[in-house]
């Protein structure tokens, strides 16, 4: 017999049992709040879910099922579509575009920015903070025509060098913005118990700071990536023909009489899968590298 059948035995007869050897029924307002969650984590899940849904699939249709009602869901299959994107188009080389401007405007970002931060951090320069988080607020699109008309001047408009500078100027404002609260979130005794033993500020930097900034800079680097990769607003105006990126290269699809909702579709899902799996396998790092600092204090 069970500790808690001895317990209620023991019970004199007509007496009430306490409150812990009664199983509480659960209250009406609780099964409704459980019931809503459940409708309510539904229903965002399928909002979020149904465009990608319909991209893919219109991906593999061809424009007349696209318009067809009726083959919403049961239709025959076609890569034809897939095979304009990467044979007519030459999406190859815009992919390295994106690939490659994203890549280098966030390696440049990271080493520009993560020693600033830490600079902001550790000596306390609210003022610089305050005009980085300025100049993180101001929209890049504001600056596209003063950009524009020096760059034109240089004659750089049209080369990758342009659009990567572009690109730090969103992307740099947003490394420092992230790795401040990370290097605050850092316990600084242990930079202090690095220099007893004979470090120099820069060495309790490189060799206890930094690599425990990991997450941090990984959180950053992905974030500047995936804005880089989607930006479209620098590229259509600062890129040439040869260094289109991939949101600028999808308006290929797009004539001025028709569009190619199957190219198009396409070449949507081209853009948005790369980004899908990286956000899905780092994603451990984004959520540890925004919440840095939260419960500091």
């Known amino acids: 017999m069970s500790t808690v059948a001895n317990k209620e035995a023991a019970v004199p007869a007509g007496a009430r049992l306490p409150m812990s050897f009664t199983k509480r029924p659960k209250h009406p307002a609780t099964r409704t709040y459980g019931i ?4 309510a984590l539904v229903v965002i899940v399928l909002t979020f879910l149904a465009p990608l849904v319909w991209m893919v699939l219109s991906s593999l249709k061809t424009t007349v099922d696209i318009y067809n009602p009726a083959a919403a869901f049961v239709f025959s299959p076609t890569l034809q579509n897939y095979e304009t994107v990467f044979g007519q188009a030459s999406y190859l080389q815009y992919i390295f575009n994106s690939f490659w401007i994203g890549v280098w405007a966030t390696v440049l970002s990271m080493i520009l920015g993560v020693p600033a931060a830490y600079s902001m951090s550790r000596f306390v320069m609210k003022k610089s903070a305050a005009l980085v988080l300025m100049a993180r607020i101001i929209p890049g699109v504001s600056l596209l025509v003063p ?3 020096v760059f034109s001047n240089l004659g750089l408009v049209g080369g990758y060098g342009v659009l990567i500078l572009s690109h730090m100027f ?3 404002p947003l490394f420092v913005y992230i790795m401040i609260s990370f290097f605050d ?3 600084l005794e242990l930079e202090e118990q690095g220099q007893v033993d004979g470090l120099t500020p ?3 930097f ?6 425990l900034s990991v997450p941090g800079v990984a959180t950053a680097s992905i974030l500047s990536f995936i804005f880089s990769w989607n930006n479209f607003m620098f590229a259509l105006v600062l890129s040439g023909s040869s260094t289109k990126t991939l949101p600028v290269a999808i ?5 001025y009489a028709s569009i190619d909702w199957g190219g198009l579709m396409a070449a949507a899902v081209v853009i948005t899968v790369p980004i899908m799996v990286i956000a899905l396998f780092t994603q451990k790092y984004i959520v540890s590298g925004l919440t840095a600092g939260a419960t500091k204090g």
């Open 36 to 39: 809503f969650r459940v409708v």
């Open 147 to 149: 950009w524009y008309f």
């Open 170 to 172: 969103v992307l740099l």
């Open 185 to 187: 979130s850092l316990p």
């Open 202 to 204: 820069i060495g309790a």
């Open 251 to 255: 308006f290929d699809f797009v004539a």
């Open 206 to 211: 490189l060799r206890i700071a930094l690599p």
